[in-house]
């Protein structure tokens, strides 16, 4: 579940990532209450994932799952696509694959309290 946890904060961080922009500073209210309400949504769901998954592990697929997800659909709607910046993020996306692959994420280690 704890993955579950983390791919959906991940996703949640595209959103406030996007909701960021779009608010303008802050300056516009819907977009401003969208981004918030996604913040608070992908950092408690980042918390939960911790309760089984490294901080290490987490951390970097928290983020890559930002990073990564902010990118693609910023190509899609209408940001630069080169080359170098699909390779960077098939390496990005590897990173993240690896990191999942090779995770202890064993709760009995990590002092899972449920």
Do not use: C, H, N, R
């Not at 987490?58 to 693609?72: K, L, R």
């Not at 910023?74 to 910046?85: A, C, Q």
Request: hydrophobic share 55%; glycine share 10%; proline share 2%.
């Amino acid at each position: 579940m704890a993955w579950i946890y983390l791919l959906i904060a991940g996703i949640s961080e595209i959103v406030w990532a996007f909701g960021l922009k779009y608010s303008y500073g802050f300056t516009e209210m819907v977009p401003s209450i969208v981004t918030i309400l996604f913040m608070i949504i992908s950092f408690y769901l980042f918390s939960k994932s911790l309760t089984q998954i490294p901080i290490g592990t987490a951390y970097a697929v928290f983020t890559g799952i930002g990073a990564a997800g902010t990118v693609i659909i910023g190509m899609f709607i209408g940001e630069t696509l080169s080359l170098l910046k699909i390779v960077f993020l098939i390496i990005l996306l590897s990173g993240i694959f690896g990191l999942k692959m090779t995770s202890d994420d064993d709760s009995d280690e990590m002092g899972d309290k449920s």
